[in-house]
């Protein structure tokens, strides 16, 4: 059973093994796949996108409570 | 509440959004559509063995994994948003729309890990079928994972299927059924790939009639632009049928964006569909006449609103004022009950902290009463509830004239083609070309129809934009405008760049992707 799943791993993995070694025009949109992943993931997600609530509050209580005291506070009465 | 909110940082995260969004735009229809077409060009090849068909079905394979490695990933940037200039609006709406973007990041992720690298590397190393059901396979998982945003984005234009939870302030799931199947919802999927799928199928056409033009790669050309043609014309039709339906829902659950649509100020009974107009620049619910010029089909709003030629279509000013000979709320009415529904939701609270559970049960009775109006609750103004009427109403016109040429133009390409005269008509050619960016500028407009359309609410009824913004600084907002805006250009770029190397390199160029 052992051998028959490490053998289905390393057909799987020659598979895209060979598929990206064969590529032509493929590593020319890998490398911009990689850049824009990094873009997105490190440098905008990390320093520009913050979750404002999971940031700001400690649990779900203090975020409810926020999130209410922006919904109702400044009503037009 | 309003005259609180910075108007400066609400208007750049809605730019923010919405640049994010078009940009997304930009490669989702070629994915969707693209993707079934080569699934049908392999069927093809499957079936009869012709050696061709491969070669056709491996170059648009080509074309469609440039347009899927550039994309992918770029509508992750509206999840970011979400959480950090939307955050009112991500807490209010709770798992009702976590729930479908999770399964579709879930779908997209198998998709993307499985099938569609069988579909690029396992030529020749897989049977036939297997690799045939692999292409099926991507086809259908990229259109099911636009369901589920297309369920999410409905959800806000119909909020169904949930109950508000004044205790945690989320909008709890109590029916998946409702919001997954809400008829909004049924109708904008459906609309939204079959409007995709024309966009593929102009992309096809656009670029086979290139090859006629250059008198290269005739057969693949002309066997390309006949299978697009009737996949396009198909396409184009259903697609005017969901639209019909789509238009249905919004005259039934977002009339002000119906006659916004429509630049239907003041409403009435048979009313006609403007098929061309040009509103004049000071055009105001008081005044009678706003067009300085239109041609109008008579009573067609009505019938396709309402399906009676006679039945009244509300215009801006009833939906503002109210009518009561057809019992339409004036929007004051609904403010009251709307600042109703948020003083109890305040008292709520309070109660709740003093342990005074008599009081608590009357607040909660008085905003569950209210409930339906609570973002009116918000407002200053009734005409607040009155979206951008020009951009609505030339974005409508501009996506319906399109799709009407685009139904004309496949009908002539296809006959042309299967009357074998295509490639003479040079002329038709290369409109054919030119046919291609207009199949993104309809799509893109009918986004534009469906989200400004619908101001000021991020949730119909429920929440205005101004609300669920976060309250964060403009300037990092405006930044990170500048930024995507760099990004997503550079992106764009890229793209076309490497798309028109393709093409111009035509299948033979390498054939692994």
């Not at chain 2, 550039?70 to 999840?79: K, S």
């Not at chain 2, 976590?98 to 690298?117: H, K, Q, R």
Request: glycine share 6%; proline share 3%; charged share 15%.
């Amino acid at each position: 059973m052992r051998k028959k799943i490490s053998g289905l791993f390393l057909t799987v993995f020659n598979f895209y093994y060979d598929g990206f070694r064969s590529m032509t025009m493929g590593k020319k949109l890998w490398i911009i796949i990689i850049i824009k992943l990094f873009i997105m993931f490190v440098v905008l997600k990390l320093f520009f996108f913050p979750d404002f609530l999971q940031t700001k509050f400690e649990n779900d209580k203090q975020r409810s409570d926020y999130v209410l005291e922006q919904l109702t506070m400044p009503t037009n009465k | 509440m309003i005259s609180d909110i910075d108007i400066t940082l609400v208007d750049w995260s809605r730019a923010q959004f919405a640049l994010t969004a078009i940009y997304h735009w930009f490669f989702v229809p070629l994915t969707l559509g693209l993707s079934f077409m080569i699934a049908i060009m392999e069927t093809i090849y499957v079936r009869t063995g012709n050696e061709e068909w491969k070669r056709i079905t491996r170059f648009w394979m080509k074309l469609f994994g440039v347009n899927f490695a550039i994309g992918v990933a770029t509508g992750i940037i509206l999840e970011f948003e979400f959480g950090t200039n939307w955050s009112n609006y991500s807490w209010f709406v709770g798992d009702i729309f976590g729930a479908p973007l999770a399964i579709e990041g879930i779908l997209a992720f198998f998709l993307e890990s499985t099938f569609i690298a069988v579909m690029f590397f396992g030529w020749n190393k897989v049977s036939k079928k297997f690799h045939l059901a692999s292409s099926w396979l991507v086809a259908f998982g990229s259109n099911l994972s636009a369901l589920w945003i297309l369920v999410a984005n409905s959800w806000m234009q119909y909020p169904v299927g949930m109950e508000f939870n004044p205790e945690t302030v989320r909008n709890e799931m109590i029916s998946f059924w409702d919001v997954l199947l809400s008829p909004v919802a049924v109708n904008k999927f459906l609309h939204t790939i079959s409007s995709s799928y024309v966009v593929a199928s102009l992309f096809i056409v656009g670029v086979s009639a290139w090859y006629l033009l250059k008198k290269r790669e005739l057969l693949l050309a002309r066997r390309s632009i006949v299978l697009a043609s009737v996949f396009g014309l198909l396409s184009a039709l259903f697609t005017a049928i969901t639209g019909d339906g789509s238009a249905y829902m919004v005259a039934q659950k977002q009339p002000a964006k119906l006659a916004a649509m429509e630049g239907l100020y003041q409403g009435k009974s048979g009313a006609g569909l403007i098929v061309f107009g040009v509103l004049k620049a000071d055009a105001h619910k008081d005044k009678e006449d706003n067009f300085h010029v239109k041609f109008e089909v008579p009573k067609v709003l009505s019938l396709l609103g309402y399906r009676s030629p006679d039945a009244f279509v509300p215009g801006i000013k009833d939906l503002t004022d109210g009518n009561k000979e057809h019992n339409i709320m004036p929007t004051s009415e609904k403010m009251e009950k709307g600042r109703l529904a948020l003083a109890s939701l305040c008292s709520f609270k309070e109660y709740k902290k003093q342990n005074n559970q008599a009081k608590v049960d009357s607040s909660l009775g008085i905003f569950r009463a209210n409930a339906q109006y609570m973002g009116y609750g918000y407002l200053n103004d009734p005409n607040s509830i009155i979206p951008n009427v020009p951009m609505t109403f030339y974005s409508f016109h501009i996506m319906v004239g399109l799709g009407t040429l685009f139904i004309l133009l496949f009908m002539i390409t296809l006959y042309l083609s299967l009357k074998n005269k295509l490639d003479k008509q040079r002329l038709l050619l290369k409109l054919l070309i030119l046919f291609l960016p207009l199949g993104y500028v309809a799509s893109e407009s009918g986004w534009i129809v469906a989200e400004v359309g619908r101001q000021p609410w991020a949730i119909q009824d429920l929440m205005p934009v101004s609300v669920a913004t976060t309250r964060i600084d403009a300037t990092a907002v405006m930044t990170t405008f500048i930024l995507f805006a760099v990004l997503f250009t550079v992106l764009l770029i890229a793209e076309i760049k490497i798309m028109l190397t393709q093409i111009k390199t035509g299948p033979e160029g390498g054939k692994n992707v």
